[in-house]
């Protein structure tokens, strides 16, 4: 263990100790020299050197005592590496029954803050394997752990937790959901180049994605609905209607180089390795350029069997996994152990402080030191 200080400067405080040590020097008794008759007639002698001298000086060590707890407090001590006792944490998941807990232990749920079981089961949308580590390098080092989650387990984030220490998993059965699956896009086309090849390889876009036939051509100042995918096919910029419409969130399909500006960047390549797909960003939305031709031909990506799943990603990226078996998700060990807290002095030193006072004050007004004076 060692002392530290968060506020050095505070020790500056203890040049007040001298305030009580001048005040004493000040005070002290003077006894005034009477003359009488028979010692006129002695012989003057050399007058003792004064000495300094403190009365009442349990008194004065009081005050400097509670003088120096005073900077000390101004200075902010803190006790590093202090060894601290906590009872063995239980920590339960949103959405199942607290169960009963060991006498002497924690119980929290294993959410945001880790508010205690007697409160409301708290809404938390932060996954139960990031709150793991957090909770992890919250508690001090030692700590027994117990964890109660759903099985399957949600609250994924892509990674089986790492934890400092060995945790008594419990997972706790539960039916699983089906998971919620968006709806293949529809294509819709629009432009005055509807080429032959290019309707037939966005026909089989639209089969593939959803086993439906591609929809009839837009009108010249229709706009694709949210949850569409536009495709404009002429070599003209798309009209302001158009443009809107990506910024809001939208994507669009498309050949020109007119589409958006810059170069992009390359998300679908051939076997061979040259770009097929561009990207480019267009406010909250994306235009994805084909960089040939919508032909076999021109474009020879669009023969592999994977191009429509490929593509199909690029609009709709497939969210990571939220549901695993809870037994594969069960923590590992060996992650850095928490930094130790240091324990703040200030409560220790405030009781020091009133206590110094207290006394201080009924040795100043002791009614023993009014008679001796």
Known sequence: MSLSLLFPLGLLALASLLVPLLIHLARRHHYAPLEFAALRWLRAKARPRQRVRFDEWPLLLVRLLLLAALAILLARPLLQGAPVQTPPWVVVAPGLSPPSLPEGSEGRWLAAGFPPLREAVPASAQPLASLLRELDQTLPKGTALTVYVPDPMPGLDGERPRLSRAVQWRPVAMAAAAPARNPAPQLRVAGTAHTPSALRVLDALQRAWSGQVLPPALAAAAVPEDGQVGVWLADAPP??????????????????????????????????????????ALGRGQVLRFTAALSPDALPILREPSFPRRLLEQLQPVPPPQLAPAATHAPLSGAPAPLAQPRDLAPWLLVLIVLLFALERWMATAPRRGASA
């Not at 399909?253 to 170069?263: I, K, N």
């Open 239 to 280: 009209p302001p209607a158009w443009q809107a419409w990506v910024r809001a969130g939208g994507s669009v399909l498309g050949v020109s180089t007119r589409l958006a500006p810059g170069t992009g960047s390359t998300v679908l390549q051939d076997d061979n390795g040259n770009a097929a797909v561009v990207r480019h």
